[in-house]
Nanobody
Framework: VQLQASGGGLVQAGGSLRLSCAGSGRTFSGYHMGWFRQAPGKEREFVGY????????DYADSVKGRFTISRDYGANTMYLEMNSLKPEDTAVYYC???????????????WGQGTLVTVSS
């Protein structure tokens, strides 16, 4: 599975961004997918995931209510809609995929290259 994340950029606090993750190489629908992020000088952090069926979605408490994950099977793409952005959301965002569970305690098998999101105060 190859993953290509895009959509990062600079946004003011309170603004919105939508990240995309295009998957290729294998059957996209057979994989759970998700997002992690890593802020400068901090450890990598789980953001959220969406199951292969799209029926199960979960988020880290830090983004719950502000971020929304979705996937388009026809386009082989997953999205991360980020609203009410805060300076502490500044990080490199990585899309991930795995046939097993995706969570904060398990490193997924496949990682995209990351896209930088910078939120100014």
């Amino acid at each position: 599975v190859q993953l290509q994340a895009s959509g990062g950029g600079l946004v003011q606090a309170g603004g919105s961004l939508r990240l995309s993750c295009a998957g290729s190489g294998r059957t996209f629908s057979g994989y759970h997918m998700g997002w992690f992020r890593q802020a400068p000088g901090k450890e990598r952090e789980f953001v959220g995931y969406i199951s292969w069926s799209g029926h199960s979605i979960d988020y880290a408490d830090s983004v719950k209510g502000r971020f929304t994950i979705s996937r388009d099977y026809g386009a082989n793409t997953m999205y991360l809609e980020m609203n009410s952005l805060k300076p502490e959301d500044t990080a490199v965002y990585y899309c991930v995929a795995d046939q097993g569970a995706i969570s904060a305690s398990h490193d997924p098998d496949y990682w995209g290259q990351g896209t930088l999101v910078t939120v100014s105060s």
